[in-house]
């Protein structure tokens, strides 16, 4: 009995069920391509005995243009591929890859955000009990965006225990969130640096006496010399964007201390997720954290001199020039990624905690993970309709393969789940690697693929939006699927 109580409590809990949505159609069009081709193929058959030529003029042309969407590249279909290749070869006849600001700039002489972020800006709200907090508008897309500084312990000397509960409370804020009004995104950033030894260096500065024995000096100044060499910083953010009130007319100010007073009651799930405080972060810091992410030369200037730190219209590049595969800006070269696909099957808490981790080849690596919840509403029609979907297509087979059983016996479990009160949400990872230079991007390259590989993620580069998936991955609220149908 003692040996089957034990076993009991030192089972890990696993985790899993991630399913990619699957619409039911014929070869893989979905509803809409396949009512296309149902369109076609009458059309075709009213012209045969008009004119046979046109009949089959008719039928290449709407097998041209429909093949397209059959075809599955990297998870997008051909059309999105071919989509995306238009507009990077119109952006680069229009020389919209190419960003310079300052006095040589055309535009305007501050150095202000390129790209998705050009018209942001931010407002500093009182909230009385949680201080000051930034607010980042975008005013193309009315998103509004704050942004939480977290210190989590992280998961060494931590039993398993605390670590399943911090899972649990995360799930619930996130479940929680369906129901926060207003609500478009909520991204989690776990940022990577090069630790330059300067809070090492203040601390023992200010807690040294200058009467202490010439030995304990010495001593502490070999640390302080020593220790940073090596280490990293790990700086975690939570932000949550939001969008106005529909059918209410505000100005900017009124929705961003709207936004600013739904901090209080979001800070005690945030709180038992990451077992550590929440700081809202001031306009100040969140344009520091900006000018570092695209000039990495600055990080050690600014983190030795606060008072270097430029406010927000002044926290973008020089100079940045987009690439079909890399990022140039300032002093460092990025690359970008994306998710493809999660990892099958059930995992454990500790799959993600690689991905994370610092590599010290890198000058930054910045993970995002970005979480777009459906209302109860919406889930609860989106479970029904994936199970619908999922049962035609592995009824329409006569034997059905083992991935369509699993997608059926998956749909099955979310519509359950979902009628239980859990709630349902999108989600992807961006992950950035930031370099000195385009030589070095192989190098960074291997190292996130090894990363994901561990994760058990499948990432791509993102293509011809290097740019925006650089600024998606910064704690400012860039929502991408809004911006691709917006102008900038």
């Known amino acids: ?51 046979p030529l046109a009949s089959l003029v008719t039928a290449v042309l709407g097998v041209l243009v429909l093949a397209p969407l059959a075809i599955r590249i990297n998870g997008r279909t051909g059309f999105q591929v071919i989509t995306a290749r238009v507009a990077w070869w119109l952006a680069r006849a ?133 220790y940073p060499a090596g280490s990293a910083t790990v700086d975690t953010r939570v932000s949550l964007t939001y969008t106005a009130p529909p059918g209410r007319s505000m100005s900017h100010e009124d929705v961003c201390r709207e936004v600013a007073a739904r901090l209080p009651h979001l800070h005690a799930g945030l709180t038992g997720a990451t077992g550590a405080g929440i700081a809202p972060m001031s306009a100040r810091r969140l344009a520091g954290v900006v000018r570092a992410a695209y000039d990495p030369a600055a990080a050690l200037d600014l983190a030795r001199d606060p008072h270097l730190t430029p406010d927000w219209t002044q926290a973008g590049p020089v100079a940045t020039r987009e690439s079909w595969d890399f990022y140039r800006h300032d002093s460092g070269v990025s690359r970008t990624w994306c998710m493809v696909e999660a990892p099958r099957g059930v995992v454990y808490s500790r799959l993600f905690a690689r991905l994370t981790d610092p590599d010290p080849q890198l000058l930054r690596k910045r993970v995002t993970m970005i979480y777009r919840p459906y209302s109860p509403g919406e889930a609860a029609r989106l479970v029904e309709a994936d199970k619908r979907d999922a049962r035609f297509l592995a009824s329409k087979k006569h034997r059905p393969s083992a991935r369509d059983l699993t997608d059926l016996a998956a749909a099955d479990q979310a519509a359950e789940e979902e009628a239980t009160g859990a709630g349902v949400t999108r989600f992807t990872v961006l992950v950035t690697a930031t370099v000195a230079n385009d030589k070095q991007l192989d190098e960074a390259t291997g190292i996130i693929r090894a990363r994901a590989g561990e994760a058990r993620l499948t990432l791509r580069p993102m293509y011809g939006c290097q740019a925006a998936g650089f600024a998606a991955g910064l704690p400012t609220g860039v929502v991408l699927p809004t911006h691709a149908t917006i102008p900038f």
């Open 94 to 226: 229009r020389r919209h890859h190419v960003y310079i600001s300052g006095v040589a700039s055309r535009v305007a002489a501050a150095h202000q955000l390129p790209g998705v972020l050009a018209r942001s800006e931010v407002y500093e709200v009182e909230t009385g009990r949680s201080g000051v907090v930034a607010v980042v508008v975008v005013p193309q897309s009315r998103h509004y965006t704050v942004t939480l500084r977290c210190a989590p312990e992280g998961m060494d000397l931590v039993d398993q225990a605390v670590i399943d509960a911090r899972v649990a409370h995360l799930a619930s804020w996130l479940s929680a969130l369906s129901r926060e009004p207003q609500l478009v995104q909520a991204q989690v950033t776990v940022e990577t640096t090069p630790d330059p030894g300067t809070r090492l260096a203040a601390e023992v500065a200010a807690t040294s006496r200058p009467d202490a024995p010439a030995l304990a000096l010495q001593v502490l100044n070999d640390v302080v010399q020593s």
């Open 1 to 51: 009995m003692s040996t089957g109580i034990r076993d009991r409590a030192t089972e890990q809990p696993t985790y899993g069920n991630w399913r990619l949505g699957r619409g039911a159609g014929l070869f893989g069009l979905g509803p809409v391509g396949t009512i296309a081709a149902f369109l076609v193929m009458v059309i075709a058959a009213m012209m045969l005995p008009v004119s």
